[in-house]
């Protein structure tokens, strides 16, 4: 590596030589492990690396580019099978304009493009203990254990390690009939159950995991047994709980010298603070269903053009009439259909004036599929009580919605894609016309967006309406019946509509059983996987359940995208023969929705 005052000086004509920034141990391991691409943290230092080293070279011979790019960075240390920037063609900018544009671009991802899939974020101790093929030993903070109580045999073949003020704060948060009491009371029986017939030797070396028969937990359970003092940074309150678990980790790093000691929790703060005493903390990044919910299932594929070239050879096409629909039905071999679901849509839109093609997936062998063409619901002849489809989407989600073959539909889609309005209407025409089912039943999580407003006085159904609202507004859509049927006329559909809509709260759920039922499950996504597999555990014969929400809008504490209940039953319910998912992509309720939804 030359020093600054070596670096070669700029002749004229010719590009400069661009030094070398110098690199951190922790960055080194990542370009040797093949992890090219910078974090923010190591990106933020090269950069300031870069701009020191700068400011100490000659004017002629400073590099024009200011960052380097994954590409040049990995060049720096040689590595089997990858190319240089030669050999790239990696074109430096040559003016300062074009080198701010080259910034703003690689900042500012396009649009049109998937973000990248983003592994979690793993402390430098985990990394080298990856490396190394080592075993480590998980540090649980208690909001770990509360958020998830099955935390502690999901940490494969490492070893968990619970403090003394971890298990004093799940005793306070043991009482009460919250979500987080009834996940304290439940780590408290399991912990019961490990110690149970187990010696005081035994819990000093720790107890396996895998004893009461999670067999994919080969690790041990480590409790505190004694008092673990170690040197915090000045200023720290000793009473603190957090403060006491970041000791005790302090201390853990003295006593088993050698081993990888990380600290688990779901609080960034505690994330933060252990991080920038120099302990090693990580997130809770089990109960993830996804790393990256741009790979979530949309339940809707675009075939590519050349389609019917490569499927349409020994195609077989015929009808059948079901439910008093025709439908034509196709069955085709080739090379794209083992990527398929069952129930999964499809479609086909030619540039060359060619018929388009929107079918369903109904069954799949091996590279042999049949698909049935789909009923189109965006013509007024086939409306579902006065509403058409306005898009692709909402005509794939009405075919869902009206199949009595579904029993169980997940609707994604941001605010004003239609998602309360296609649910209602469809469920008016299956109760009211077809009588396939006797009632609606509406529900939701009433987790408020700002401050909560207090008591609410009234029956159970009077204490949920202020959050029904989003269903009365459409219900006035809904009810807009014939203008010639005069006053008493609407006044008796309303009060018909009214009584065959029942409103209930998620509270009273445990313990019964819809029959013929169709249950609606709005604002899903504020659901954990827990609360979710409650719900859905409900049905009895012949009730169907959607699940309506926007997994961008989370409300509820310690949920993120990719933990969201919504998430989790989309993923667990794709390709089941019984089951569909929508993602709706197109806003239909306004021109001024649509324009603030873009530009706020």
């Known amino acids: 590596m030359l020093l600054v005052k070596d670096y070669p000086k700029a002749e004229h004509g010719k590009s400069p030589v661009r030094p070398v920034s110098v690199k951190t141990d922790d960055e080194v391991e990542d370009l040797i492990s093949g992890q090219a691409v910078p974090t923010p943290k190591s990106r933020a230092r090269r950069k300031a690396q870069d701009t020191l080293a700068a400011a100490h070279t000659p004017a002629q011979a400073r590099p024009v580019a200011a960052d380097v790019p994954a590409t040049a960075v990995a060049e720096e240390t040689p590595q089997p099978n990858r190319k240089s920037a030669r050999q790239d063609k990696q074109q430096w900018p040559e003016s300062a304009p074009a080198q701010a544009r080259l910034r703003e671009d690689a900042d500012q991802p396009h649009p049109a493009k998937h973000k990248p899939v983003e592994a979690p974020i793993k402390s430098s101790a985990s990394r080298k203990a990856d490396r190394a093929g080592s075993t480590k030993v998980f540090v649980l903070d208690t909001n770990v254990l509360m958020h998830d109580p099955t935390s502690l045999f999901r940490f494969e073949e ?7 003020m971890t298990l004093e704060e799940l005793d306070n948060h043991k009482k009460g009939m919250s979500e987080v009491a009834r996940n304290a009371r439940q780590v408290s029986r399991t912990l019961d159950a490990l110690i ?3 010696d005081d030797d035994a819990i000093e070396s720790g107890i396996l995991l895998s004893k009461l028969g999670n067999k994919d937990a080969k690790g041990r359970l480590l409790f505190q047994t004694r008092l673990n003092s170690a040197a915090l940074p000045e200023g720290l309150p000793a009473g603190k709980a957090d403060n006491q678990i970041l000791g005790v980790v302090r201390a853990l790093e003295q006593q088993m010298a050698g081993r990888a000691i990380v600290l688990v929790s779901k609080d960034i703060n505690m994330r933060i ?13 089990n109960d993830h269903v996804l790393e ?13 053009d050349d389609f019917w070239d490569k499927h349409g050879k020994d195609v077989e096409s015929w009808q059948e ?4 629909n025709s439908a034509t039905y196709y069955r085709v071999t080739g090379p794209v259909i083992p990527t398929l679901l069952t129930n999964q849509f499809v479609f086909l839109e030619p ?6 093609l929107y079918a369903q997936v109904k ?4 590279k042999t599929a049949v698909l049935q063409t789909l009923r189109d619901y965006s013509h007024n002849k086939n409306n579902v009580w006065g509403i058409t489809a306005r898009n692709r989407e909402q005509n794939f989600a009405l075919n869902l919605l009206m199949n009595p073959e579904v029993d169980f539909i997940t609707l994604l889609g941001q605010a004003g894609t239609g998602k309360t309005l296609l649910a209602l209407a469809a469920g008016l025409a299956q109760v009211l016309e077809t009588k396939l089912y006797n009632e609606i039943i509406v529900t939701r999580v009433t987790v408020p967006v700002g401050e909560d407003i207090g008591f609410l006085p009234g029956t159970e159904e009077e204490k949920m309406s202020p959050w029904m609202g989003a269903f009365d507004d459409n219900l006035e859509v809904l009810m807009k019946s014939d203008g010639d049927a005069g006053d008493w006329g609407r006044a008796a559909t309303q009060d018909l509509i009214r009584s065959r809509i029942k409103i209930k709260s998620l509270n009273f759920m445990r313990g019964r059983t819809f029959v013929n039922k169709f249950l609606i499950i709005d604002e899903a996504q504020n659901l954990t996987p827990k609360q979710m597999k409650t719900l859905v555990t409900r049905a009895g014969p012949g009730t169907k359940i959607l699940c309506l929400g926007n997994i961008a809008q989370i409300d509820t504490p310690y949920l993120t995208e990719g933990s969201s209940g919504l998430t989790y039953v989309v993923d ?3 390709g089941w023969g019984h089951g569909g998912h929508v993602t709706l992509a197109r806003g239909e309720r306004s021109r001024l929705a649509d324009h603030a939804s873009d530009v706020l």
């Open 321 to 324: 009439n079901k439910n008093g």
């Open 158 to 164: 490492h070893d968990v390690y619970l403090p003394m």
């Open 351 to 356: 540039k060359d004036g060619q018929a388009p």
């Open 363 to 366: 069954q799949i062998n091996g």
């Open 273 to 285: 603070k252990a991080r920038a005493i120099g302990l090693p903390a990580e997130d809770y990044f």
């Open 196 to 198: 149970a017939n187990v």
């Open 572 to 574: 667990r319910f794709k």
């Open 292 to 304: 990256d919910t741009d790979l979530l299932y949309s339940g809707i594929v675009q075939l590519p």
